[in-house]
């Protein structure tokens, strides 16, 4: 049973950082990311890590300020967000994947449930 659990983020004032979690289970991925989504905005991939190399790629929204880091032992990605500004607030979902195409939501086979980050 494939899983991805999610913690962390909350309000924090702009400027502050705050840090996501997302520990899978069940299978061993290739790729894994983290896209979010305001209201009424389409929804955003804002970083992503291949598990295997540790490469990244990174939303030109977020590059110098948000860091995408793993950690195999503990089956978890993480997102260290810095610097935060009010526009960074959405619904964050990390995404997983087995296939190599880190762009595009649709090539993500399972999701976590979601965590607000807010910004003021």
């Known amino acids: 049973h494939v899983q991805l659990v999610e913690s962390g983020g909350g309000s924090v004032q702009a400027g502050g950082s705050l840090s996501l979690s997302c520990a899978s289970s069940?299978?061993?991925?290739?790729?894994m990311a983290w896209f979010r989504q305001a209201p009424g905005k389409e929804r955003e991939g804002v970083a992503a890590?291949?598990?295997?190399?540790?490469?990244?790629h990174y939303a030109d929204s977020v590059k110098g300020r948000f860091t995408i880091s793993q950690d195999n032992e503990k089956n978890t990605v993480y997102l260290q967000m810095n610097s935060l500004k009010p526009e960074d607030t959405a619904t964050y979902r990390c995404?997983?994947?087995?296939?190599?195409?880190?762009?595009?939501?649709?090539?993500?086979?399972?999701w976590g449930q979601g965590t607000q980050v807010t910004v003021s």
């Open positions: 995404a997983a994947a087995s296939g190599p195409y880190y762009r595009a939501a649709k090539d993500y086979n399972y």
């Open positions: 069940g299978y061993t991925f290739y790729l």
């Open positions: 890590i291949y598990l295997g190399s540790g490469t990244t």
